[in-house]
């Protein structure tokens, strides 16, 4: 069974902490990509990873950061949380064919 | 550039009733069309596609068919069920790039 993990379902943090979100997938894709789902606005993305060490920017990369040291895995930083930073954050990973779309159960990220 | 327009929700129906969800979009070339479900606390689970103009995706009693002539791709389902309560993504994906969503459609179904 295909599997995107992601590292925390719901995680709390401080303003100005730096906050480490993580997602593993299993299927030796080789995209895989960040969004945000907020009410009303749908899913933005933040950045995408084509391959190993690659990144792009998404819609909304502004106070985000990523890293992608290998294949399996891609980490979303934020530098210095803020409030509104606070949403859910979907993590996908994408194979060669259309119907190869598979996301994480998402991490729900409160800054206090 | 490239996007998708839904229709607002919430989506109130009664058990039985039929189902229809508007998407409508915008994109040079010819995307690959989709639509999500997410049910309440859980990730976005792919229900269904389109991959080339007049097909239709169908999929647990729903269905949708990409209409070229009206860039639309609207989600129907004849008789909608409580378990079907959950939001609804229309999205698109042009020669394998990052997938473009709308904003949502939230179904609620009461029996």
């Known amino acids: 069974d295909v599997k995107v993990t992601q590292s925390s379902r719901y995680l709390v943090k401080r303003t100005g902490e730096k906050v480490f979100l993580e997602c593993v997938q299993d299927?030796?894709?080789?995209?895989m990509f960040w969004y945000r789902q907020d009410p009303g606005l749908g899913l933005r993305l933040i950045y995408f990873s084509y391959d190993v060490k690659m990144k792009e920017k998404g819609d909304i990369p502004e106070g985000y950061s990523v890293s992608r040291e290998k294949k399996e895995r891609f980490s979303l930083i934020l530098e210095s949380a803020s409030t509104n930073q606070t949403s859910m954050y979907l993590c996908?990973?994408?194979?060669?064919?259309?119907?190869?779309?598979?996301f994480g159960p998402g991490t729900r990220l409160t800054v206090t | 550039g490239n996007s998708v327009t839904q229709m607002e929700g919430p989506v109130t129906l009664s058990e039985e009733a039929f189902l229809t969800i508007n998407c409508t979009y915008t994109a040079t070339g010819y995307p690959s069309l989709f639509w999500y479900v997410q049910y309440p606390g859980e990730g976005l689970q792919l229900l269904l596609k389109a991959t080339k103009a007049d097909d239709k995706g169908s999929n647990k009693g729903f269905e949708a068919t990409y209409r070229k002539e009206t860039t639309s791709f609207h989600l129907e389902k004849g008789s909608v069920q409580v378990s079907d309560s959950a939001v609804y993504f229309c999205?698109?994906?042009?020669?394998?790039?990052?997938?473009?969503f709308g904003k949502g459609t939230t179904l609620s179904v009461s029996s």
């Open positions: 299927m030796d894709h080789e995209n």
């Open positions: 996908a990973s994408i194979g060669p064919r259309p119907d190869e779309q598979y």
């Open positions: 999205a698109l994906d042009q020669a394998g790039t990052a997938l473009i």
